[in-house]
């Protein structure tokens, strides 16, 4: 029989980009498996435009990869609000869907030789199904960095360090072998130890579990916790399964964090970035679920339209309901009227363009007249402006976004942060503040020196002889 890989990303758009690049680079280097499978879950989160349409696209040009979809499981037809935030959510969706999971293996098994199960870090109750039920060797997929990864593997010895909040922890968390986290850094679920907390340590606890853990990132751009993680020194006293560093995994063009359209019509935003010079606009885009609120959002347009800088910026809508229904909210189009100050748009249509929605971010990204991003440190968006050699304001807004933003300025230094106030409430003259020192300071020169040779680096890892082409070489050779 013939030999399939199956992939099971979890319900978010970027997190299926990353599994769909990792199903690519298997095919080309496993001569031994004919087809990858994807089974998507159903659920709220997802974009169902988005999702058909970068579906179609990946179907209609890579024959060998196939999606199976499945329904939407019951708690899907009751309340949502009644879920703390989005992780509460994405984690009882998914163990919900482990008997449609069961339901797909066991078929796909009828025909052919499933030579290995990867999951999505948020799929982790699958084991039960994959390596318990199925005796299929299991692999994590980590879409997020190996700092991220080595504190997560930390988090039941912090569970078992501290007691109550970790909003009363006055000490930073010490990552052994990287650097010490401040508490108010951490995922917002974990701060009090919410459901979604737990869920995050039973996780932990079943990637030490696994055949591997796959992560979304090269040797050279996180040297320290790479290392810690393969020497066991970042997790003392506790074995960690093989790790595989093997990104970055970049989508083609018109793909990206923020969406996955492509194969259509150019962007209007590319043809107006044509006119601009080079190096000279900073874009603004914080991802699938960056959502401001109304008053956050007009003081973005007040500090740019101080700047004077040229701007590139993608706006959703602010939510309206509970945090769990936020990425659901931002999926419609902004009134951007509403939203934005009275004659904004007219007072800076020569220097700056706003888009609705969504961008081409790789494509955006990649063209020469951008020289800036202020992102919210979602790992995709980090690693395309790794590989665009394009330096960051780091704002982040939610998951582990906030580690990102320390490790990207304290850690790396290829991002300056965008300093925030009460209530995380970010003022029109730090955006000025940040734009003007990112696109033309000294500041934002040794940034930009940074990363263009971090995108240096991300090339020669992917080529022949690269540590993450080694490592993608060595997994797939466990599979013979």
């Known amino acids: 029989m013939e030999k399939v890989v199956v992939l099971y990303p979890s319900p978010f758009i970027g997190h299926l980009i990353s599994m769909v690049e990792l199903g690519k680079l298997i095919l080309i280097h496993s001569p031994t498996i004919s087809s990858i499978t994807i089974i998507i879950p159903n659920s709220p989160i997802n974009n169902a435009s988005y999702y058909s349409s970068y579906v179609s696209s990946i179907s209609a040009s890579f024959p060998s990869i196939t999606f199976i979809f499945h329904p939407p499981v019951p708690?899907?037809?009751?309340?949502?609000?009644?879920?703390?935030?989005?992780?509460?959510?994405?984690?009882?969706?998914?163990?919900?869907?482990?008997?449609?999971?069961?339901?797909?293996?066991?078929?796909?098994?009828?025909?052919?030789?499933?030579?290995?199960?990867?999951?999505?870090?948020?799929?982790y109750s699958v084991v039960e199904?994959?390596?318990?039920?199925?005796?299929?060797?299991?692999?994590?997929?980590?879409?997020?960095?190996?700092?991220?990864?080595?504190?997560?593997?930390?988090?039941?010895?912090?569970?078992?360090?501290?007691?109550?909040?970790?909003?009363?922890?006055?000490?930073?968390?010490?990552?052994?072998?990287?650097?010490?986290?401040?508490?108010?850094?951490?995922?917002?679920?974990?701060?009090?130890?919410?459901?979604?907390?737990?869920?995050?340590?039973?996780?932990?606890?079943?990637?030490?579990?696994?055949d591997g853990i796959i992560v979304n990132t090269f040797e050279s751009l996180e040297v320290r916790a790479v290392k810690g993680l393969k020497q066991g020194s970042c997790l003392p006293g506790t074995p960690i399964p093989p790790v595989?560093?093997?990104?970055?995994?970049?989508?083609?063009?018109?793909g990206g964090e923020d969406g996955a359209e492509g194969g259509g019509e150019r962007h209007e935003c590319l043809?107006?970035?044509?006119?601009?010079?080079?190096?000279?606009?900073?874009?603004?885009?914080?991802?699938?679920?960056?959502?401001?609120?109304?008053?956050?959002?007009?003081?973005?347009?007040?500090?740019?339209?101080?700047?004077?800088?040229?701007?590139?910026?993608?706006?959703?809508?602010?939510?309206?309901?509970?945090?769990?229904?936020?990425?659901?909210?931002?999926?419609?189009?902004?009134?951007?009227?509403?939203?934005?100050?009275?004659?904004?748009?007219?007072?800076?249509?020569?220097?700056?363009?706003?888009?609705?929605?969504?961008?081409?971010?790789?494509?955006?990204?990649?063209?020469?007249?951008?020289?800036?991003?202020?992102?919210?440190?979602?790992?995709?968006?980090?690693?395309?402006?790794?590989?665009?050699?394009?330096?960051?304001?780091?704002?982040?807004?939610?998951?582990?976004?906030?580690?990102?933003?320390?490790?990207l300025v304290e850690e790396i230094g290829i991002a300056l942060p965008m300093n925030e106030s009460e209530g995380r409430f970010v003022r029109s003259s730090e955006i000025e503040r940040r734009v003007k020192q990112i696109m033309s300071s000294e500041e934002g020169d040794v940034v930009r020196k940074r990363v263009l040779d971090l995108k240096d680096k991300a090339k020669v890892a992917l080529n022949g002889g690269g540590s993450s082409m080694i490592e993608l070489v060595m997994l797939v050779e466990s599979w013979k």
């Not at 994959?130 to 080595?150: C, D, E, Q, W």
């Not at 595989?244 to 018109?254: E, Q, T």
């Not at 936020?326 to 249509?349: C, I, N, Q, W, Y």
């Open 244 to 254: 595989y560093c093997i990104g970055p995994l970049m989508a083609n063009k018109g």
């Open 129 to 210: 199904v994959s390596r318990s039920l199925l005796n299929i060797p299991t692999y994590y997929f980590f879409s997020s960095g190996a700092s991220v990864l080595a504190f997560m593997l930390n988090l039941p010895v912090y569970d078992r360090t501290f007691t109550g909040s970790y909003r009363n922890v006055r000490v930073p968390l010490e990552i052994p072998g990287l650097f010490s986290l401040p508490t108010s850094d951490m995922i917002e679920s974990m701060l009090d130890r919410r459901v979604s907390y737990k869920e995050f340590i039973k996780l932990a606890e079943t990637f030490l579990k696994s």
């Open 271 to 407: 043809s107006w970035l044509d006119s601009q010079p080079s190096r000279s606009v900073v874009y603004l885009c914080f991802g699938s679920g960056g959502v401001f609120s109304k008053e956050q959002t007009m003081e973005i347009a007040i500090g740019l339209e101080k700047s004077g800088v040229r701007f590139l910026w993608v706006v959703r809508a602010p939510p309206n309901k509970s945090t769990a229904n936020a990425m659901v909210e931002s999926l419609h189009g902004p009134d951007l009227d509403s939203l934005l100050p009275k004659g904004f748009l007219d007072r800076t249509k020569d220097r700056g363009h706003v888009v609705k929605l969504w961008a081409p971010q790789i494509e955006v990204l990649g063209h020469e007249s951008i020289g800036g991003f202020v992102t919210h440190c979602g790992w995709n968006s980090t690693l395309e402006a790794v590989c665009a050699g394009v330096p960051m304001v780091a704002w982040p807004l939610y998951a582990e976004q906030r580690f990102n933003r320390v490790l």
């Open 75 to 123: 708690l899907l037809l009751g309340d949502l609000s009644s879920y703390e935030d989005v992780e509460h959510i994405t984690f009882e969706t998914l163990r919900s869907n482990n008997t449609n999971v069961l339901n797909s293996l066991q078929s796909l098994s009828k025909s052919c030789t499933i030579s290995a199960f990867i999951a999505d870090l948020f799929c």
